[in-house]
Structures are given as structure tokens and as C-alpha cells.
């Protein structure tokens, strides 16, 4: 609301000399970033002494506090800048009225910037710890954690010298014990409080080895908070590991009945003619440049080869994270050897997808049984005549946590009869040719049918031949 450049002067380049230790030096300039294709972010690289601000179309952007001559760099997001922006800078002069200031844009590539780096951490805890601080939650080490008795509780994190950042990700190490219900977090210039993501719920940190929480923001804060409201479990609540991001919002290019996606996405397609299952489609970040990602591992053949059968199935589990199927994959293959007679060697997961739409995780899990062509039918059966018992199979062999069922048909896929296919084609193809034949023949009599004669007419009284012909 403070900026005005309007009284601006207009500066020239080159050497100034001494300069007024009351005043301040402004710049200003335009930028036009041009092509913008393959980049997703603008690094901005100030060199100064004194005390910087730097505007962009108006909102501050950056805050420099430098008592002697410092590199400050910082990456900005694509989005914050127009056809034609305005770049202005205010440089408050150092007490020696000699000032150093350059400052440089450049386009970027899609990456991550840590932005939680040498800054300052606070919190509203009645009876701080002094071993475990606010500060070691965002620290590098992995050992360092802040640990709290007080619910609920906030944690600001400042960056150093009043600047300011864009943070649009944040990630969180899992912790054992007590975990989060309901938090906030909120981004914070002045006197203004500005909410960028809430949580509430009971799934939060109980999987994995780190949370990441991506969220849209495209507006530099002087600092983070994290409101934490609600706990579960008994005890301290700790946490560490924390790291505040930006992330360019990488996307990839509208399609045929696909809209822009964000890089990460996964579409799931019917696999092409000769093939079945799904395959997957995936927006991929790669050099930089996000672009869409057929991977049609997952298409196998629709027809076996002579003497095997496929059997085509898939369940769902309850309760089953995408990321944990690893963990229950080998126990669960043990069930299926002891309740269904097929080989180790004859069971392949084709694909398992997230198939989760609110907060209880659900996943489905995809296999196909290449067995001998004489007993395929007898296998599907087994599935079916099992699929009443299969949740209690999965309850007491693999996790009593998780609600299991078999998903859709069980599909056979027989060989193709190749000497049938053949007797078929010929038994076609004399009935094509007999059928030709005939039309032909039919054609022919019909000619004949409708051809006409000329013959000479009869006196019936003379008994001479007349003169006159007639049509027969």
C-alpha cells in the first residue's frame, strides 16, 4: 500500500560519486521476459550494501538488510510477472554514503528452492524447552527436533533480515508417537494474516517417511506459520525436518479431452486393440521441460500362446496406502498359494493404483495367473466360488485392519484354436465362392428369359409366308 514510484527521477547509468548519506537511491526499470517456453521460474540476483526493497508491479518481493557489501539470490515465481512488468528499488545509503547496488533476472528451469535456510523460529509455548527449540524443527540435521507440551501451539518461522519468500511447498518428517488432527498454515507481512492450507482430520503422518503439503501461493510472506490445534495420542507433541519450499507449478499442455495438469498427474487409459488392462499417463517434470508420459508397461497380450490361459482379476483393499503394498505384497502372494493352486512363478501384479477419494486410503491391486490351458477354467472358478471368503482370508493372513473384495468379473483367456480359425475360413470361402456362383447363374437365366425374336407371320387363310415381321 506504501509503494508510490510516481516521484520518481529517472536515473542514467554509470559512476555517481558521493552520494547523500539522508537519502535514499531509487531504480526503476522495465522487463519483458520474452519466451518463456521449457522455464517455470525468474532468479533474482541483487548485489547491495545498505537496505534494499525491491518492488515488483507494486508488491514488495524481496527485503535486503546488508551492513557490509553482500549476493543476495532468491527465485521468483513465472506467474508474478506480466507482458511488461516494472522492476523497482529502493536502497537506503550505508552510513560511508557510498552505495553498491547491481541487480540481474534470469530465467530458470523447473526445480525447488529450500527457502527456510538461516532464518529465525518462534512459538507462543508457555514453558519453552530449553534443549529441544523452535528453531531445530527447521533445521538440516535430521536428529534435531521441537518439542512441545502446550495444545494448541503456534511456530512462526522468520526469514533472516526481514526478507521475504514465496513458499507454495512444505515437508514435514513423520514422527512416532503423538501426530497432528488439525493444524494451519499461514503467511504472514505486517500486520496481515493470510491462511494457505488447513488439515483436519486422522490419516495426517501415519505413513511414510515424510508429509509434503503443496498448496497454491504465489505471494512473498516475511514469515510461515503453523497453527497446531489438535493432537492425537498422549504426551509431547514433536516434530522436525521441516522445510519451506518453492516449487515452480510445472504443468502439462492441454490435450485431446485431457485439461492442463499439474506435473505429477496420473490419467489411466484403456490399453490399444491387441492388448489388455490399463495404461498410465503421467505429466513428468524432465530436464526441465513437462511434457505427458505414455507408459504402457502394464498392456499385456489378450491371447495366450498355445497349451496356457490367462486369468484376469483385481481386488481393493480398505485401509491399504498406495505405499504400503510393498510391505503386505509377499504375505499376501503366500495366501494365494495356500488357498489357490497356482505357482509362485505363475502370478504377476500387473498394476496397483490409488483408488483413495476421501480420507480412508484405498488401493487396487491388479494380477493375472498364467497357467495351463487345462486347468484355467478351474482356477477361475476357485476365484469366484472364494469370492465371499476372500475378506477373511486377507483379515486373518494378511492384516485384520484391512477390508478386502474382489473387484469385477474374473476374466479366462483361452488360446486361439488356429486349425478351427482355418476349417471356418474355408468353409467361408466355399460358401462365398458357391454364393457367387449362384448370383452369376441366376443373372444368366434371367438374360435369357427377357431376350425377344423377330419372326415372319403366316397367312392363316393363304398358307403363304407374309411380308410382315413380327416380335415373339
Known amino acids: 500500500p506504501s509503494f508510490n514510484d510516481a516521484a520518481w527521477a529517472e536515473g542514467v547509468q554509470g559512476q555517481w560519486g558521493a552520494f547523500p548519506a539522508e537519502h535514499s537511491a531509487f531504480f526503476r526499470t522495465r522487463v519483458a521476459l520474452g519466451a518463456t517456453a521449457g522455464y517455470e521460474g525468474v532468479s533474482l540476483t541483487a548485489v547491495v550494501n545498505g537496505l534494499c526493497d525491491v518492488y515488483l508491479d507494486g508488491a514488495l518481493v524481496a527485503h535486503i538488510n ?26 537506503a545509503s550505508p552510513t560511508n ?40 524443527a527447521f533445521s538440516l540435521y535430521r536428529s534435531t527436533t521441537w518439542k512441545t507440551e502446550a495444545f494448541p501451539v503456534t511456530l512462526d518461522y522468520r526469514f533472516a533480515n526481514d526478507d521475504l519468500a514465496v513458499v507454495n511447498r512444505v515437508t514435514m518428517r513423520n514422527m ?33 517417511k515424510e508429509q509434503i503439503l503443496s498448496f497454491e501461493n504465489a505471494r512473498a510472506f516475511s514469515a510461515y506459520r503453523f497453527v497446531f490445534q489438535e493432537k492425537r495420542g498422549e504426551g509431547a507433541f514433536e516434530i522436525g525436518g521441516i522445510r519451506l519450499l518453492y516449487c515452480p507449478p510445472a504443468t502439462c499442455p492441454k490435450k485431446w479431452g485431457i485439461p492442463l495438469s499439474p506435473a505429477g498427474t496420473a490419467l489411466f487409459r484403456n490399453c490399444p486393440m491387441g492388448s489388455t488392462g490399463v495404461y498410465a499417463r503421467r505429466c513428468e517434470d524432465a530436464d526441465g521441460f513437462v511434457k505427458w508420459v505414455d507408459d504402457k ?65 484405498v488401493t487396487q491391486v491388479y ?9 484355467g477354467d478351474y482356477i477361475q472358478y476357485s ?90
Not at 546488508?66 to 521468483?76: E, G, N, S
Open 297 to 361: 508397461s502394464t498392456c499385456l497380450a489378450s491371447l495366450p500362446q498355445q497349451g496356457m490361459s490367462f486369468v484376469d482379476w483385481s481386488f481393493r483393499m480398505t485401509r491399504l496406502y498406495y505405499t504400503d503394498w510393498p510391505d503386505v505384497k509377499e504375505k499376501f502372494i503366500a495366501m494365494l498359494l495356500r488357498h489357490i493352486t497356482v505357482f509362485r512363478e505363475q502370478i504377476a501384479v500387473v498394476l496397483v493404483r490409488d483408488r483413495t477419494e476421501d480420507e480412508v486410503p
Open 97 to 136: 554514503a557510498t552505495i553498491v547496488f547491481d541487480l540481474s533476472l534470469d530465467l530458470v528451469a523447473s526445480m525447488c528452492l529450500l527457502q527456510s535456510v538461516d532464518g529465525t523460529a518462534t512459538s507462543d509455548d508457555p514453558k519453552p524447552s530449553h534443549i529441544n527449540k523452535p528453531i531445530d
Open 176 to 208: 512416532e508417537g503423538v501426530v497432528l488432527r488439525k493444524f494451519h498454515i499461514q503467511g504472514l507481512v505486517g500486520d496481515e494474516v493470510v491462511d494457505l492450507f488447513s488439515y483436519e482430520g486422522d490419516r495426517f503422518m501415519t505413513y511414510g
Open 66 to 91: 546488508a551492513t557490509t557489501t553482500l549476493t543476495h539470490r532468491k527465485v521468483l515465481p513465472l506467474a508474478l510477472f506480466g507482458k511488461q512488468s516494472v522492476l523497482a528499488v529502493q536502497v
Open 367 to 375: 494380477l493375472r495367473f498364467a497357467v495351463n490351458s487345462r486347468i
Open 383 to 472: 476365484l469366484d466360488l472364494y469370492r465371499d471368503d476372500f475378506d477373511t482370508w486377507v483379515k486373518s493372513e494378511v492384516g485384520d485392519s484391512y477390508e478386502s473384495s474382489i473387484v469385477g468379473d474374473v476374466k479366462l483367456r483361452n488360446p486361439v484354436n488356429y486349425t478351427m480359425i482355418g476349417v471356418c475360413a474355408l468353409v467361408a470361402l466355399v460358401v462365398i465362392i458357391l454364393a457367387i456362383g449362384w448370383y452369376r447363374a441366376h443373372l444368366s437365366v434371367k438374360e435369357m428369359k427377357g431376350k425377344k425374336t423377330l419372326k415372319r407371320v403366316e397367312n392363316s387363310e393363304t398358307g403363304v409366308g407374309s411380308t410382315l415381321l413380327a416380335v415373339e
